[in-house]
């Protein structure tokens, strides 16, 4: 499947039940995943901008250590 099929169907996820769309792209037992389920229970509205924000926003691959740590030679 190709990156931008797969970027609408999380969003069009998102859109229908937030946590499903967020669990679709960074796995299910995660932070993002447990945030936007609370946010949903809180709200349906805050829960789909959330979603939205970590889906189409925030980069799962994105390595912030990678160039912090340096390996011996």
Same mark, same amino acid.
């Given at each position: 499947?190709? &990156?931008?099929?797969?970027l609408?169907?999380?969003?069009?996820?998102?859109?229908? #039940? &937030?946590p499903?769309? /967020?669990?679709?792209r @960074?796995g299910?037992?995660?932070?993002? *995943?447990? $945030?936007?389920?609370?946010l949903t229970?809180l709200? #349906?509205l &805050?829960? $789909? $901008? !959330?979603a939205? !924000? /970590?889906? *189409?926003?925030l980069?799962p691959?994105?390595?912030? @250590?990678?160039d912090? !740590?340096y390996t011996?030679?």
């Open positions: 499947m190709s &990156p931008r099929c797969a609408l169907l999380e969003i069009l996820f998102a859109l229908l #039940f &937030p499903l769309g /967020v669990c679709l @960074y299910c037992c995660t932070c993002e *995943v447990l $945030i936007c389920l609370l229970l709200g #349906f &805050p829960g $789909i $901008i !959330y939205l !924000y /970590v889906i *189409v926003l980069n691959d994105r390595d912030d @250590y990678g912090r !740590y011996l030679a």
